[in-house]
């Protein structure tokens, strides 16, 4: 019996060895495992420059790109921007197709309804483009009877249902703002209702075109956030640190220069 044990005995030694190194493997690989950033899906529109376009390596790019990379690196979580339709991007949201969007989406009482919304992190209004040779119109009301060019589900549809009634065949809806200028290039419809910057982005990128814009007074100042689904406190309020820490370091100036160029924000 001694014998056999005294046989056993190394054996033993050497499978309790094996596992000392297994436990303190395990122990090194922990730090890794703890490091790892949490992954949130990111719905943006890809044709809304210059807040999210497509480059020409198919990139989702812009200011919108570019804030919410430096909010994500503020609170320590990786993103990825899936390309989503602005019609029907709550719905992604909503089904957690998506965990945030962000999209130069307008805060509005109707939304927040069904989403939450961070502190707003841009200002702005819309802007009527017409033809340069059209001087008719100088303001929002001498389009009432007009075609009018609008994005589907935006604001700039919204502010446009009210002028001439929601079904008025006056109103082209598209998938796009951009489209809905092409159309204007083209003769299509007479005038386009869009958010400032986009119209003027396009504009400024598109001088061929040969657009006026009507500024109007009466259209209300618009304040775009980052949105989460309904009820999701915890995300929310760290995205609002992150937009809050951008402000203060002066990244946000930053991006905000690099896109705009005049302190507009």
Do not use: H, W
Request: charged share 25%; aromatic share 8%; with cysteine.
């Amino acid at each position: 019996m001694k014998k056999m044990l005294s046989r056993y005995l190394p054996l033993c030694a050497l499978s309790l060895g094996l596992l000392a190194v297994g436990a303190c493997s395990k122990k090194e690989e922990a730090p890794a495992a703890a490091s790892k950033q949490t992954l949130y899906v990111v719905g943006v529109e890809s044709a809304y420059a210059p807040f999210s376009a497509e480059n020409e390596k198919k990139e989702v790019v812009g200011f919108d790109i570019d804030l919410m990379k430096a909010i994500a690196a503020k609170i320590g979580i990786e993103v990825k921007f899936i390309p989503t339709p602005f019609e029907g991007i709550f719905n992604f949201l909503a089904q957690g197709d998506r965990d945030l969007l962000i999209s130069a989406i307008t805060i509005t009482d109707e939304r927040k309804q069904t989403v939450d919304f961070s502190e707003p992190y841009f200002e702005a209004s819309q802007l009527i483009a017409v033809p340069q040779g059209n001087t008719s119109v100088k303001q929002f009301t001498d389009l009432k009877t007009m075609k009018i060019g609008v994005q589907s589900a935006t604001t700039g549809d919204e502010v446009v249902q009210n002028l001439v009634g929601k079904n008025n065949p006056s109103i082209k809806r598209f998938d796009s703002t951009t489209l809905a200028l092409k159309e204007l290039e083209s003769g299509g419809v007479d005038a386009v209702v869009a958010d400032d910057p986009v119209v003027r982005n396009y504009i400024t990128n598109n001088p061929s075109a040969s657009f006026r814009v009507v500024p109007d007074g009466g259209f209300p100042k618009e304040y775009y956030g980052i949105a989460v689904r309904k009820g999701n406190t915890e995300l929310l309020a760290k995205i609002n640190q992150g937009l809050a820490d951008v402000k203060a370091d002066g990244s946000f100036a930053k991006i905000n220069e690099k896109y705009f160029g005049n302190g507009k924000q």
